[in-house]
């Protein structure tokens, strides 16, 4: 084993020959408390296996006796896997490596009588949970649209996650007091059915590991060593569990404070933070050497995250070279910044790197609508990471079946999804009795709400509820007879209640759920622009038509793709090249400079740091001037954040349509305020590092045939190749003229595509 832990096998990333001197003490380490400190690409995952190795090879602990714990079943197979490459595939079975959820439910199975459990006892998933929760609000009397399963759920969660049972539950108002109700009834339910959700699976191994008697003496030596790997993600009690388990005090924890970005989960980097606080003995390693990153990425990481407060300090390093320079963009708006990165990931793919190797990052979902819109008129191939295209999202396509539904009531498949959404006490068996009329009379499901109230084989209830559906869609269908599409999708939101659905449903799943939907909104605005810009008028129809034909998944589903995905969802991942789009305050940091949310910035501080640290050639951060994103349009500064860059790592540039619209607004008499030029670093003294680019210009070798100008009253000429401004649009080129009595010209906008306009929208210099 000695030899092993001094030769290790070559990973791609870290040297073959040995391991760094703060690596080897963490392996050599026996007993007793440690922390080790692991900075981003530091090689933690090497260590922690070479730690098990040690531990089993030259301290001769029965595998058995060995307790890892991970956060995801990715991490504890990739950890599985490397640890049978060293010892072997049999000793590695005996080891017990898993996430807290799969560890506690295998020690529950083997101690189910303490927990007053039995031996075939079942887990309930969120589904089945939310199921229990309407039972008991039933039971309750309690209206589900007042206290939403899902909102009273999470409610529990959060009780469960502080470790408080329905008897500890802490009333802070009148909302809670039935809360508190239903809490009570939720726990009857589970033991009821002999059941555990996921947070008692943690929960009752603690009771056992901190109470009295065999099962808890048992549970407590079952274990020699401890390791808990990301420990800056646990919350309270997982603390508690690792502790109570690591009775031996051989506990190993590996984390970094500096990546720890899920608060919203409960976790608190107070813990790993404090850890020589509970174990004043515990010997402190600090892993600082990045095997990663090129050196300008990890200075860039360096000095974004220097700056946090309480943090443990790191110096992170690299041998490895200088490599590109961090390179900063400024871009138009959201579609120009799109439009960029696009072009530069056909540079890359030319070049040789794979797309599989690049991706592109955003503060929030609502953010890759019109990513995936550039990238699949691009014919760039993509993946969703943790979460889904925008256009396949529950709340996505339960408005768009409203707006369907309103376009063309005969819409069955449509009727069915949202007759009951949000909840309107149309149960199953009124939809399977309206189905069998519609089948009778051979009619739309819409058409046969009526038929089916005038008839008796509904309760008075269930027809006074089908036929308020009915009058809803009824009043909404007038109001598009006049509205525009955007409109008609807000009045959607309103009068159906979705909105309110929402807002009482107060979490973050609701809040990205609520943005979702803004963002479909824009979608629609984006498109009434279009239309009015060629002289039209948007309609419902033409809308769902586009968004239908868009929104189709691209035959390319098999070829190596780019991955797109929030920050939080790259936690853990690593790329060639990285872009980090919508770098602007309020957008990333998401939240705005507010005294009272410093912890907020602190995290988002945190995210940055993690965003920064998952590029190991190239980092490309872009921004953009003004942004419509959550259905509103937002003129945007330059993340605080980009101040924190050592001014030597990075290079600033502007996309040739920001150079545009700055040199068109910086000559132009109308709105000076709002030319900017590229983002500037505070230590550069004002200017760029790197000259604006130049407008743009025809491709070498490009053939076209000039034109006459087309006289547009009061604008000045048009002709193939000028450069006109458009309010929605911005800076584009114009392809060619059609002339006549109100010409139109053809312009290619960034980001945009090419758009048919009237002259009489467009300005000229």
């Known amino acids: 084993m000695t030899d092993l832990v001094a030769n290790p096998p070559p990973s791609e990333q870290e040297p073959a020959d040995e391991l760094n001197e703060p690596q080897a003490r963490a392996v050599a380490h026996a007993e007793g408390p440690l922390v080790v400190f692991a900075g981003a690409g530091s090689g933690k995952t090497r260590v922690i296996t070479y730690r098990i190795a040690s531990l089993l090879a030259v301290h001769r602990v029965p595998p058995y006796r060995v ?6 079943n990715k991490a504890a197979g990739e950890m599985r896997r490397r640890i049978a490459g060293i010892v072997g595939e049999e000793i590695t079975k005996e080891l017990w490596i898993g996430t807290f959820h799969a560890t506690c439910a295998r020690l529950l199975r083997r101690f189910h009588d303490a927990a007053g459990l039995e031996r075939n006892f079942v887990i309930y998933d969120d ?84 109470g009295h008697g065999g099962a808890s003496d048992d549970i407590r030596r079952r274990f020699d060593h401890v390791l808990v790997d990301e420990f800056q993600d646990v919350n309270q009690v997982q603390y508690r569990l690792v502790r109570a388990l690591a009775a031996s005090r051989n506990l190993c924890v590996v984390g970094d404070d500096d990546q720890s970005i899920y608060r919203w989960r409960g976790a608190d980097v107070r813990i790993v933070r404090n850890f020589r606080h509970d174990f004043p003995d515990a010997q402190v390693i600090k892993l600082e050497q990045n095997y990663r990153s090129t050196k300008n990425v990890v200075s860039a990481a360096l000095g974004v995250i220097k700056p946090a407060k309480d943090r443990e300090p790191k110096e992170l390093w690299t041998a490895r070279d200088a490599g590109a320079p961090v390179t900063v963009v400024a871009a138009q708006n959201e579609h120009d910044e799109a439009a960029w990165v696009a072009e530069r990931i056909h540079e890359l793919n030319a070049r040789g790197v794979p797309l599989g190797e690049v991706a592109i990052f955003y503060r929030v979902h609502a953010q890759s609508r019109v990513l995936e819109e550039v990238l699949r008129a691009d014919r760039i191939p993509y993946q969703i990471i943790g979460g889904m295209r925008f256009f396949e999202r529950a709340e996505v396509k339960d408005l768009l079946s409203y707006l369907r539904i309103i376009d063309n009531p005969r819409s069955d498949v449509d009727l069915e999804r949202i007759i009951n959404v949000p909840a309107r006490k149309i149960g199953q068996a009124t939809v399977d009795r309206l189905m069998a009329t519609a089948n009778a009379l051979e009619v739309s499901l819409y058409d046969a709400i009526q038929p089916l109230a005038q008839g008796s084989a509904l309760a008075t209830g269930a027809k006074k509820c089908v036929l308020a559906f009915r009058e809803l869609i009824e009043g909404l269908r007038e109001k598009a007879k006049t509205a525009a599409p955007s409109e008609v999708a807000e009045e959607v939101l309103a009068r159906s209640g979705y909105a309110r659905m ?21 979608s629609i605005l984006d498109y009434e622009a279009e239309a009015a810009a060629a002289g039209q008028v948007g309609t419902l129809s033409g809308y769902l038509e586009r968004v239908t034909l ?19 969802a790259a936690k853990g991942l690593e790329f060639d090249t990285v872009f980090i789009t919508g770098m602007e305050d309020e957008i990333f940091p998401f939240k705005g400079p507010d005294p009272k949310r ?12 993690v965003a920064v640290t998952r590029a190991r050639e190239r980092l490309y951060v872009t921004h953009a001037a003004r942004r419509m994103i959550f259905g509103n349009t937002r003129f945007g500064m330059p993340s605080r954040f980009l101040a924190d860059f050592p001014s030597g790592a990075v290079q600033a540039s502007m996309t040739p349509a920001a150079a545009s619209e700055m040199q068109w607004r910086g000559s132009s008499r109308e709105e000076p305020s709002r030319a900017r030029g590229p983002w500037t670093h505070p230590m550069d003294g004002g200017s760029s590092r790197r000259p604006m680019a130049p407008p743009p210009t025809r491709s070498p070798g490009e053939r076209y045939v000039e034109r006459e100008p087309v006289d547009v009253p009061g604008e000045g000429g048009l002709a193939r190749g000028a450069r006109v401004m458009h309010e929605k649009f911005g800076v584009g080129v114009i392809m060619e003229v059609d002339a ?26």
């Open 67 to 72: 307790l890892a714990v991970t956060f995801t």
């Open 740 to 765: 006549g009595d109100d010409p139109i010209a053809t312009v290619k906008f960034s980001g945009w595509g090419v758009k048919r306009i009237k002259a009489r929208f467009l300005k000229t210099e």
């Open 598 to 609: 410093n912890e907020d910035i602190e995290e988002e501080r945190r995210l940055a740091y």
């Open 550 to 568: 868009s929104s189709d998944i691209d035959a390319m589903e098999d070829a190596p793709r780019v991955s797109m995905m929030t920050v939080h």
């Open 127 to 210: 589904s089945d949970q939310r199921a229990v929760v309407a039972r008991v609000l039933k039971e309750l009397d309690l209206d589900d649209k007042r206290y939403p399963p899902r909102q009273v759920l999470s409610r529990i969660h959060r009780e469960k996650q502080e470790g408080r049972g329905p008897d500890a539950f802490e009333s802070q108002g009148f909302f809670d007091d039935a809360i508190a109700k239903v809490y009570v009834g939720y726990e009857r339910y589970l033991k009821k059915a002999n059941a555990v959700d996921f947070d008692d699976l943690i929960l009752s191994v603690l009771h056992i590991a901190e």
């Open 502 to 522: 929402l807002d009482e449903d107060d979490s973050a799943e609701s809040d990205a759920r609520k943005q979702n939907l803004q963002e479909l909104i824009g």
